[in-house]
């Protein structure tokens, strides 16, 4: 590759004006006249061999050669000559820019965010790459392509303008993986990467550099253009409650522990304070001061009656340079007795259901009616079987799902098990050794484990001849299935069957949040269980809004939570829910920057580059001042009083 | 200049204490190019003069008033005693007018000279005759030989209504003057002698004419060393051609060779034929050229 070029090659057909430039000046020499006593003299030295020779020749044409350098200067500025930085003119460049949290720090006390930089700095690419294509791809939790390859430079430019930070984590890896599509229908040799450098999952090496890893083979060179930071910080990265007391009604006041982690920056001592907030009043403040890289964590507690909404909020004592992680919210429920709804032929599982003071069992005798909705149930049919059963997590008891029939079936036999998942929620602490188990699933011919974990299934536990235990998850709903009838097997009559009955009580209660809570991060707002069918509309937190439709299970998913604050979701104008959204993620709060980005191969290790001049460099102005320069010297060249007038 | 009457001058080309120094010199030509006419050069052996140069056998038809007879009384043959000639010798000034002598008071400064050498040539006897010559094509200013001190003012007043103006080369300046001059001597040819032909002619002339050639270059200052500078269109002042010359202050080196050229070409033309030859400045003092430069180069004594 060249390390100049030129954008406007065309112009060079200018160079043909120094055929009449030069005609011109021998034409219309304008000299001034002086008269002399004789030329006998000045004819014998002007036929002189050596004033004739081609170098004299040359320089007594000294006007000619300054106007000849005027003009060449004016057409190499008229085609826009470049020295050729990195990123590199004429060819597809995608520009990827980091959008996350971090990006709306400051670095220093009034200055600009990174953002802005990083506006500027692109701006400078862009008009170095042109009249190359450009495809801008933000990168925030995910990629968008903001444009397509396009060199009209407002479209690129009004993309550049609505570009935002979005209080979510990067995602490198997308970005990459968005820029890898592009180059499998484009021929793109270099990708930009503007960014602060904070990525997830930095990793440090022995000799303190910070690696990003992304598990991505790159097929183009990835130019790292890192923005300078220096920003110190104090963010909360975590923001949990707990309930102290399992036991508890609607209409007493429940106790809670809150935890609220804070993150100081990795390179700064950082003090302040933080404050919690219940339904807007005041109700903790604790000090805090946090040496460099130091993590704590600050407990209050309290009690709710009812649905209580919390927010902390960090008021730090000096410069903090990102704000957006200084506020996070938490709802906490309303304290409940668990539903539980459990066929009347297990007897079993209703009869150590009965230990938990705080569940409700259901059928029962109450005439007071039942739920729409249970949070566990506990069930001999699946749910396509009984599909008016609504509940959180579904406990099935010796059935096949309907979707797994081609892939294992039952059979009468001996089937011992082999193994289970002993770190699984459900099966923790339950000890299956030596159960004798009467039904024998058996899976197909040349079926494997990955057949099942593509259909969405987790095997939880193993047979002699198949899955014994399934677990499904999906967002909102948990379901297991035990593929064998524990009726016909010895597990009721060991410890192990109370126990697991206890972790399935304990997965409900933190499905139905009266365990424990979490705060909510930015990205998408977690599944909420609504009315079916129903249009909702969800108001963000900078007055935009978006509509969304439940479905037959009544859950709303999928709304996207980019900011910091309160979304509500609203149904006909009236509100239905409230949800508190922070960045929560000590990546973002520490600012940290990497100074390596590795991708799978590691020989394409790229570093980051702060400096600004890789970008094409134009020459333009340079020669138009040249020109102009040497039109000075020309003119007074041409007009100094040359001559001693006498005679 | 022009005030010679209020300052009691005796002429306006030169002051009375030049003239009084003027007077006691002479011309010293390297060989006595004389003529018939008697005067006070002498011109070898066999004159009339008192001056006794030599003994020579008698043959018949000579002059018996010139035998010895003292040594025909010791020897008893005759012997004729020679004595020099004195003859007059003819200088001609030849002054160069042509439009290219207006610059920088060269002219004036040739008439200024010419005088001077005409002044000295009257006092020493000789025979002096004048030229000044312009354009060509036109007949030369003359003044016819003259000679004793009576003829001064005739001398000034010839030279004082000298004008200058015209294209005539020297060298056709040189036939023009050698039509109309007759006899022996020196001819002072006082000129710039910037002419593009060549000297070897006009000098061949004049020493076929019988006469010593003393030419005297008057250059003025810019011509000597010309301070130009800058891109020009130079242009000659006697014929009006032009010549462009750029960054003219570069070619200086090389005009002074050229210029050098010139002179050397001038005095070795006049060396070949026993002549002298000397440059001098318009600018230079014209009483250190009559009484130090010329008299230590012997054109004076």
Known sequence: ?647 | MNTASSTNQLTTLLDNQALTRLERLRLQPNRRKTNRTQGEHASGKGGSSTEFADYRNYVPGDDVRFVDWNIFARLNRPYMKLYQYEEVMHVAILVDASNSMKFENKFERARQLAAAMGVTALMGVERVSAYVVGASGEPPRVMPPSSGRASMRRLFDFFERAECGGDAPIDGAVEAMLRRHRGRGMAIVISDFLTPASLARPFNLLYSAGLEIFALQVLGPTEIDPELTGDLRLVDSENGTTVDVSSIDELHGIYHEHREQLQEHVRRQSRTRNGRFLSISSEAPLDWVLFDLLQRQGWLK
């Open chain 1, 1 to 647: 590759m060249s390390w100049t070029g030129f954008l406007s090659p065309s112009w060079a057909w200018l160079f043909l004006l120094i055929i009449p430039l030069v005609i011109v000046y021998f034409l219309k020499l304008k000299r001034p006249r002086f008269e002399i006593p004789s030329l006998v003299l000045w004819h014998s030295v002007i036929n002189d061999q050596r004033v004739n020779s081609p170098f004299q020749r040359f320089r007594k044409h000294l006007l000619l050669w300054l106007q000849l350098a005027i003009l060449l200067s004016l057409i190499l500025a008229a085609m826009q000559p470049f020295l050729r930085g990195g990123p590199g003119s004429g060819n597809n460049l995608p520009i990827l820019v980091d959008c996350s949290a971090s990006m709306s720090a400051i670095d220093t006390r009034g200055g600009p965010t990174r953002m802005e930089r990083a506006k500027e700095r692109i701006t400078e690419l862009i008009d170095a790459a042109l009249p190359g294509r450009i495809c801008l791809i933000a990168v925030g939790a995910g990629a968008r392509q903001l444009t397509e390859f396009t060199n009209n430079k407002r479209i690129l430019a009004e993309a550049l303008d609505t570009l935002t930070v979005r209080d979510v984590p990067g995602n490198l890896v997308d970005g990459l993986r968005m820029a890898q599509a592009l180059a499998r229908r484009e021929t793109i040799g270099t990708v930009t990467l503007v960014s602060d450098g904070n990525f997830p999952d930095l990793q440090e090496t022995a000799d303190g550099q910070k690696i990003a890893r992304v598990d991505v083979e790159l097929p183009f060179k990835l130019q790292f253009e890192q923005l300078e930071t220096d920003a110190v910080n104090m963010g909360i990265t975590a923001f949990n409650a707990r309930r102290q007391s399992a036991a508890g009604a609607a209409n007493r006041l429940t106790p809670w522990d809150v935890f609220v982690r804070i993150n100081g920056s990795p390179n700064d001592v950082t003090s302040g304070e933080v404050l919690l907030e219940q339904d807007g009043q005041e109700v903790g403040r604790q000090p805090i001061a946090l040496e460099a890289g130091q993590s704590k964590r600050l407990v209050y507690s309290l009690q709710t009656s009812g649905v209580s909404r919390l927010t902390a909020r960090i008021v730090s004592d000096g410069f903090d340079g990102l704000s957006s992680d200084n506020t996070a919210y938490l709802e906490l429920p309303v304290s409940r007795s668990l539903l539980v709804w459990c066929d009347t032929d297990l007897q079993s599982y209703r009869h150590a259901l009965q230990v938990f003071p705080d569940v409700t069992v259901y059928p029962n005798d109450d005439a007071s009616g039942q739920p729409d909705v249970y949070d566990l149930a506990i069930t001999e049919t699946t749910k396509k079987a009984n599909p008016n059963l609504e509940a959180s997590v579904r406990l099935v008891i010796g059935a096949i799902p309907e979707d797994l029939a081609q892939l294992v079936t039952t059979r009468s036999g001996n089937s011992p098990v082999v193994d289970w998942n002993r770190s699984s929620l459900l099966l923790q602490h339950v000890n299956l050794d030596s159960i004798e188990i009467a039904d024998e699933p058996v899976r197909g011919d040349d079926v494997l484990d990955q057949n099942f974990r593509e259909a969405g299934y987790e095997i939880l536990a193993t047979g002699r001849s198949g899955p014994l235990v399934l677990a499904r998850h999906a967002p909102g709903r948990q379901a297991f299935y035990l593929l064998f009838h524990t009726d016909r097997s010895t597990l009721p009559y060991r410890v192990g069957f109370p126990v697991l009955i206890k972790n399935a009580i304990d997965i409900t209660r933190h499905a139905a949040g009266l365990a424990e809570v979490r705060g909510q991060p930015t990205r998408v707002l977690a599944p909420r269980l609504l009315d079916r069918n129903t249009t909702y509309t969800v108001a963000a937190p900078d007055s935009s809004t978006q509509t969304f439709r439940t479905g037959p299970d009544g859950l709303l998913s999928g709304v996207p939570a980019p900011r910091v604050g309160i979304y509500r979701i609203s149904e006909d104008g009236s509100e239905v829910a409230r949800v508190g959204a922070g960045v929560l993620d000590a990546g973002e709060s520490s600012l940290a920057s990497a100074d390596l980005i590795e991708p799978r191969d590691e020989e394409l290790r790229v570093s980051a580059s702060t400096t600004q001049i890789d970008t094409d460099r134009p020459l333009w102005p340079t020669l138009a001042w040249i020109a102009f320069i040497v039109l000075l010297v020309e003119w007074w060249y041409f007009q100094r009083k040359t001559i001693r007038v006498s005679g």
